[in-house]
C-alpha cells in the first residue's frame, strides 16, 4: 500500500482585527487577486496561482493565522492521512462541507505545538474574472495587474518556544517532508529547520525562540517575486504606500532574497521572496549550520531584523 504524501503547500486562513486594513495592504499594495467573498470571508491568491485561493481574510476579536493548508497527492491520501494520524492519538476534525469555498473534503489537526493545519485534495481551479483573466492560457490572471503582483504562494515560517527539531521530527515521521538544511545548538538541538515536500529548499521552517510569547506563533508567510528586479520594485511599492520594511537582504540558508513587510490589519509578517535554489537530488543530504554560523546563514548580506522583540512582532498561530 503506498504511503499518503503531501504534494505543496495550499494557502493560509488569517484572521485580522482591522479587516479593511488588511484587504487594502494584501490586495492594493501587495496585488493578490480576490477569488470570490462569502460569509465574511475574502478568497484570494497571486496572479499565478490556479487554486481557488491561497489566501484567506476574515475579521476577528484576536489576530491569528487560524490554519495552514497542505494538499495531499491524490485524493485517497487525504483519508489515509486521517486515519495514520489517528492510530498516532493525535485528534482530528473534519472541515463541515461549505465551510470553505472552492474545497473539497479536508481535516483539520493541531501540532504538539497547537499550530494548526489542514489536510485537502480537491480544490475548484477557478477561472479569474474575465477582466482580470490573462490571455495566456498557462496562468490566471494578468501579471503586474497592480501592487507588487507576487506570482504565487511559496512557504510559511512557524515560531515556537519549543526546539525546531521537535517540529522537524514531527514532519518526517507524520507528513513525509524532507530536511534540507538546519541550525544545531551546542547541545544538539535545532534552532532552525527547512523542510519541504517539492524542489524548493523549504515548504514549511521552523524557528526556535525560548521567549516566544507562546508555543504557536508564526513568523512569516510568504509570496514569490519572480527575480531580484522584481524585489526592487517592490520596495518602491511598499515606500510609496507607507509601508516599512526589512531588506533587500539574501539568506545564505536558502540563497534567497528577501523583503520582509508587516500587514497594517493583522499584524502578519509577509515575506516576499525570490531567487535561491532547489533541489533535485534524491539523496540530499541536509545543510548542517553551527550556532556561531547563524549570522551567516540568516543574513548573507543586506538589512536584516534585529534582536529586539519589540521591532519582531508574531501572532499566534
Known sequence: MTNPEISKLGHFGLVSTDLEKSLWFFKEVIGLEETEEADGVHYLRAWGDFEH??????????????????????????????????KEGIE???????????????????LPSKHTFEIYFDMEKTL???????????????????????????????????????????MIQHLGFNLREYVEAPDGSYLGAWLSVTPLVHDIAFSFDPH????????????????AQDLLRAADILKENGIEFKGPGKHGISQAMYIYAIDPG????????????????????PIRWTLDEM???????????????????????
Open 212 to 227: 516566544s510569547a507562546s508555543t504557536h506563533e508564526v513568523h512569516h508567510i510568504s509570496y514569490w517575486l519572480d527575480n
Open 53 to 86: 485561493h491561497t489566501l484567506t481574510l476574515r475579521a476577528g476579536e484576536e489576530s491569528r493565522l487560524d490554519h495552514i493548508a497542505w494538499r495531499t497527492k491524490r485524493p485517497e491520501d487525504v483519508d489515509a492521512f486521517a486515519e495514520n494520524l489517528q
Open 295 to 317: 549570522s551567516l546563514g540568516f543574513t548573507y548580506w543586506g538589512d536584516q531584523m534585529d534582536n529586539n522583540p519589540e521591532n519582531n512582532p508574531t501572532i499566534k498561530a
Open 128 to 170: 479569474a474574472a474575465p477582466e482580470t483573466r490573462s490571455v495566456l492560457k498557462n496562468q490566471t490572471h494578468k501579471s503586474w495587474n497592480r501592487g507588487v503582483s507576487p506570482r504565487r504562494i511559496d512557504h510559511v515560517n512557524l515560531l515556537s518556544s519549543i526546539p525546531a527539531n521537535e517540529f522537524s521530527d514531527f
Open 266 to 285: 493583522s499584524g502578519v509578517r509577509l515575506e516576499i521572496f525570490t531567487n535561491g535554489y532547489l533541489i533535485f537530488e534524491p539523496d540530499w543530504e
Open 92 to 110: 482530528i476534525n473534519w472541515v463541515a462541507e461549505g465551510t470553505e469555498k472552492g474545497q473539497g473534503k479536508a481535516f483539520r489537526f493541531q
